[in-house]
């Protein structure tokens, strides 16, 4: 488990849950930025490919904080830096949750955008250049039942 120092009572059912944020801004190709001062618990995010981003969660590489699982992951879209536009890629959702896991202690998401010819049909998106991500992830500390 994690070994920081939480505030406490959140009010919920779970046992020992964690809000982790993070701030991210997108520049050209998909190229993201972490605002540390922002990020309190995220060592480093990397885009991977098209749409694929990788949040490693700790205070250092040689600290990661291993949670016991992800209950949630949301982000929200700022998109004053991208002129008010609508966000590139409105879809995220998560594709492998490594949190458990020592060593790795990451999330990783994929973001998707409608093609062109249809509204339906989603493929794989980077955020657009200026867009500001701000994410949520709701994590479990404990394995009590």
Request: glycine content about 8%.
């Given at each position: ?70 209950l ?20 995220m ?41 701000r ?11």
């Amino acid at each position: 488990m994690a070994n920081r120092f939480f505030n406490q009572f959140s009010k919920t059912l779970e046992k020992e849950v964690c809000a982790i944020y993070a701030k991210v801004g997108i520049g050209s190709s998909g190229a993201c930025t972490l605002d540390t001062t922002l990020s309190k618990g995220i060592v480093s995010v990397t885009r991977n490919s098209t749409g694929k981003y990788t949040f490693v969660f700790g205070t250092s590489a040689a600290a990661l904080d291993v949670y016991n699982k992800l209950l949630h992951a949301s982000v929200s879209y700022d998109a004053t830096g991208a002129s008010g536009a609508a966000p590139a890629a409105p879809v995220m959702n998560v594709v492998a949750n490594s949190i458990a896991t020592a060593g790795t202690a990451s999330i990783q998401v994929q973001f998707w955008g409608a093609t062109n010819s249809s509204t339906t049909t989603l493929v794989a998106t980077d955020p657009g250049n200026g867009e500001i991500l701000r994410f949520r992830f709701i994590l479990r500390n404990s394995n009590a039942p």
